[in-house]
């Protein structure tokens, strides 16, 4: 009998599905908009193997211009791990992102792994799980997103990531079935949030804001907009400790851990004013 042979291809929007499914059978809890919000990052971006016409292994690798990417989806499917695969298709990967600094969030069993492709830990991103609903005063100053120009929230979000991201979160605070708020303070923006619906409940993400306090007003208004059957959670920088307490001090737990890590420099990212990550896999 012949061996079939694998071969690794650029995903089509439709495979990004599979991703997506896969992910959401890791415990990933991806939201129910994501593949089309990051299709919009990066069209070349998502690769998939096949073993004869059995897709079996795939993995995200978005470009932003010609200094930075950023890894996400690195799955193989449980019966083809440890044959030699994954290497294959993660190679393809970098690859692809050859020449731009690369970051990733990598769960906690890979870490080793990554380390041997030249990644370094920068620090820990912890999920948080909590309950959605509750109570929050009414503030003047919070607004919809879609109140402001859409160049001032690209240029607040700017400096959080390593280079410019427009055409995501234009996409990501437009998706369906998510609120997008932003803080005012003296008529300008400090701070702005998402909470989208996922697989299971909803996901607060991005939450930036200038200080605590408007964190928390931004984090109890998104919370609100859902009910308090459902969970939420909020991914947190550890190295921002004020986020750590804005999770706890809402009653939430911590649900599982990714390493941030870097192949080349760290990013000089405000990680002060980092309360909630955007994504595990596309940062």
């Known amino acids: 009998m012949q061996n079939k042979s694998f071969t690794i291809k650029t995903m089509t ?9 896969w992910a959401a059978k890791e415990g990933w809890n991806p939201g129910l908009y994501d593949a089309d919000c990051y299709f919009s990052a990066d069209q070349n971006g998502f690769l998939i193997g096949f073993l004869g016409d059995e897709p079996i292994a795939v993995i995200s690798v978005i470009k932003y211009g010609d200094s930075f990417g950023f890894i996400g989806f690195y799955i193989v499917k449980p019966e083809y791990r440890g044959k030699g695969y994954g290497i294959q298709i993660w190679n393809e990967g970098l690859k692809y992102l050859e020449g731009v600094n690369i970051g990733l969030d990598g769960v906690v069993t890979q ?10 830990l920068a620090y820990r991103n912890i999920r948080y799980e909590g309950v959605g609903g509750g109570q929050h005063s009414k503030n003047p100053d ?10 001032t929230i690209d240029g607040y979000d700017q400096p959080f990531f390593p280079v410019n991201r427009s055409q995501f979160i234009k996409s990501w605070i437009n998706q369906p079935e998510c609120h997008s708020l932003g803080m005012m303070q003296n008529g300008k923006l400090a701070g702005y949030g998402v909470i989208r619906k996922c697989r299971n409940g909803y996901k607060i993400g991005p939450l930036y804001a200038d200080n605590m306090a408007l964190a928390e007003s ?4 998104l919370k609100s907009k859902t009910n308090s059957s459902e969970p939420i959670f909020l991914d947190t920088p550890e190295v921002n400790q004020a986020a750590i307490e804005l999770a706890e001090i809402n009653n939430m737990k911590v649900s599982f851990e990714t390493a941030r890590m870097y192949r080349g420099d760290f990013p000089d990212i ?3 004013r980092l309360f909630g990550v955007a994504s595990f896999e596309i940062g």
């Open 270 to 272: 405000p990680t002060n």
């Open 218 to 221: 931004l984090f109890l208004a």
């Open 13 to 21: 929007r439709k495979e990004i599905d599979i991703a997506i499914d």
């Open 142 to 151: 919070i607004i919809e997103l879609s109140e402001l120009p859409f160049e």
């Open 111 to 120: 870490q080793e792994n990554y380390k041997k492709s030249g990644f370094k």
